[in-house]
């Protein structure tokens, strides 16, 4: 089937041969047709923002003619019953431009349009002027000489006029409906985009189909871990009335419903295919019938529901939740445009709760498979190494952000962490990589951080990795004299990652910032690393982490950094437990969960006993260590 054209709407209220006029409920005009301004000698410039009896005042000639009340008090009807009226033939002479009035004749009818809530925001005033039509009765009743032919003649006028009108009405009605579905499909579509969360998906739902579709309404889902769809595994989600008298009890209603349901047809048909179910009459039969005694039943019965339509919530061959439509005797049976309407919707809203399932499952897949290159840090004697993950807020932001903290085999701790580049599962899976790269170049060679990250780069290109990463790598060393003064060497090597943090045990607080920035992993290989240290005493907190932890929009990283400083200070104030401190930081830095992964590895030195250098233990580097003892920086 061919595409069809969107029809312009204005455009065809312009060009409706028929006058029409659109006005607010207080009788301001917002638009005229070209019918109406020709029709009454006005200017869509001279009319429009102005008051309809301003703009087409009383004949002063003819105090006596009652048009204009009669039309303000048709207006009034149909804007206070919400419903159409149509007038009887009216007297209302025009205004010509010289000031001049002009007799006319008028066949009128008022229409209110409503909004989703049933609110009354505008009135189409159509009026035809039948003022020919009139004159010539007039001259037919008054003639002596007429004819058969012409009673006949002004008696096929006349029906054809009002067949005209009810044929325009149709239109106009027509009209109405098709913009009112355009704009509720796009106002769904819009909502849905909005969220990725199903109850707040299905929540905003129930707050636009009531009350353009139905007077109230219940939404349900499906368990996930349901094999078996029926109406037993459906949860109710939530429950909406137009009326707000009635809305608590649907929402009561609604959390009793499951719990009182029996067996139930409609859900189960809807559940089962991918039809709606509908029951045009007798609703309430029907309900009391599937829900056993008790409070459901008799909130049910209170409501008083006369129709009934059940929509299954599909996607992609599996139903994940159900629509209820609900109206009372007061309301038409639902017609074959709303039912399709509403079927329409009920497939958008199925697909964007699968879409929120599947984006659901890659997030937790991501997270499963980050964490588990996530391994528990080394815990050396006198070193005490505490690690914190936190995955980003939104569900595409799973990446690359790891930490590792572990021993090489001359019994010197090596801290580490860094952040892929990217935010999704490719990018968790090239972290694996590299942190295994890591990993195993520091164990086999027992090398230093900048010779462990030289190392990382050239295998990164060998491997053809294909993607650029941020990493800091720092060893804690101590030789034997070292040992004696209870002091130990953080020697580390940057590569464009945000510099580690020192808290030392007066408590203040300083960035481990290298002399000269070096290039991120995988961009330059050849690219010359240096090793960097500092000399820590006992008590000493060394803090690592990614960017996510001190990044925000529109603030610079240095704003970051300090906020940081910040918080490291004043929570070491309040406790000197490595954990508490931790904690205390993401809380103080995270106000809430952060739009990118943040990793931290914190690593505080412990008062040792004094022994003998031979037994210094698994923290002490022996001096043919590669690297050992370290200058303050080389290349």
Known sequence: MRALPEPDFRQV???????????????????????????????????????????FPLNPDDPAADGLVNLRDSLAQARDTRRPHTMAIQRYDIRMPDGTYVERFWSPRNVPVLDERGEVVLLLHRSDDITEYVRGREAVRLSAEATDRLRERAEQVEADLFSRTRELEQLVADLGRATARAELLARVTSELAATEDAEDAVTRLSRLVVPVLADWCVVSLVADDRRQRTARSLRVVTGWHADPTARDLVAEYAALRQAALRADPLLEGALTSDRPQVRGERALEHLVSVLAPGRARDLVTELDPESLVVLPLRARGRTLGVLSLVSGAARAPVSPEELETATDIAGRVGLALDNARLSRQQRELAEALQRSLLSAPAQPDHTQVVVRYTPAAESAQVGGDWYDAFLQASGAMILTIGDVLGHNTEAAASMGQVRSLLRGIAVATGAGPAEILAGVDQAMVTLQVGTTATAVVARLEQTPDESRRAVTRLRWSNAGHPPPVLLSPDGSVRPLSAEHSELLLGVVPSSARRDHEVVLEEGSTVLLYTDGLVERRGESLQRGLDRLESALRDVARLSPDLDDLCDGVLERMLLERPEDDVALVAVRLHRQDRLRPAEAGPTRVPDDVPGAPAVVERG
Request: proline share 7%.
């Open 13 to 55: 209220f312009d060009e409706t041969p028929t006058p029409l006029l659109l006005l607010t409920p207080d009788l301001v005009i917002v638009r005229a047709n070209r019918a109406r301004l020709e029709a009454t000698a006005t200017t869509l410039e001279g009319t429009v923002g102005r008051g309809l009896f301003e703009v």
